[in-house]
């Protein structure tokens, strides 16, 4: 008989599919990694298993013990799949920009929720940051996994997602493409493949335009609110390395947007957000690149967590973005 002993079993070895119609005009094969293959759904789940492992291993989380942790949403999928294997309790705290159904994939899952607000300062007592340090001080049992600055996180992308690349593309990748969050995937997939290839793949981050990253050094105005969800930052977490990345593009949340549509309804991939913004990223990349030329682009996650958001007409319009609706082929009177 073949199974998986667990779910978590099941998670890694995900599919790259080459992107035929985005590339309009690229002579690179683009290739996406298509990371919603995962069982949570998300590249999220790669890094659950090592973080809670090594836990387990320093003591620091025990039998009945809490997993506290701020997290827009997958992270907390991967490590509630994890948990609920070994009897560990769940308590995730979510900025208020993180969609409704997405917060609803984490109660589903059997964990707690708390909701905190976006736009204040890290340090700000509401901010997410805050208000799970409080919560790991008050629930006894607490740990805190901190993806921010885990190094299992980084690690577990450099024992898999990098290895699983290198191995798929038999070793002609040139270019590695990733939307930076915590840092972890372009981290550690980023360092194994310029290990594997000697310095010869290119890294290339993707990050919102206002976020940390890609802003000009001390230019703290260009550091602001943006909507895709997942990535960028307002500070500079220890899970990153940015001396693990070649170059690093800046996406507008309506380019990254547009992307995102471009890819369900020409590619037939329904991922969200930050898997447009990447996207753009890659195809920057590769525009000049000749034929031989293998441009692989890490999609994070699943569209179906953002149906009410960048699938939807009436949100686009309402945050300014444009809607490039055909014009429909059934009569007004029939829709
Ligand atoms: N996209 C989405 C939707 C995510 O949830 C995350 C994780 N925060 C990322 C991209 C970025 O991944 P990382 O944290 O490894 O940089």
Redesign the pocket.
Known sequence: MRYAHTVSDLVGSTPLVRLNHVTDGIAATVLAKVEYFNPGG???DRIATLIIDAAEREGRLRPGGVIVEPT????GVGLALVAQQRGYRTVFVVPDKVSEDKRNVLKAYGAEVVVTPTNVEPDDPRSYYSVSDRLVREIPGAYKPD?YSNQN?PRSHFGSTGPEIWRDTDGRVTHFV?????????TGSGRFLKQASEGRVRIVGADPVGSIYSAEPGRHDQVHGYLV???GEDFWPGAYDPTVVDEIHRVPDAEAFAMTRRLAREEGLLV?G?SGMAVVAALRAARDLPAEAVVVVLL??HGRGYLGKVFDDDWMRAHGFPVDAPEPLVPAGLQ
């Not at 827009?72 to 992270?75: K, L, M, V």
């Open positions: 998300s590249s999220k827009s949403g997958n992270t993806q996180a990733a939307g930076v969050g915590t840092g972890g995937t372009i969800e997942g990535v969200g930050s994070p996650d």
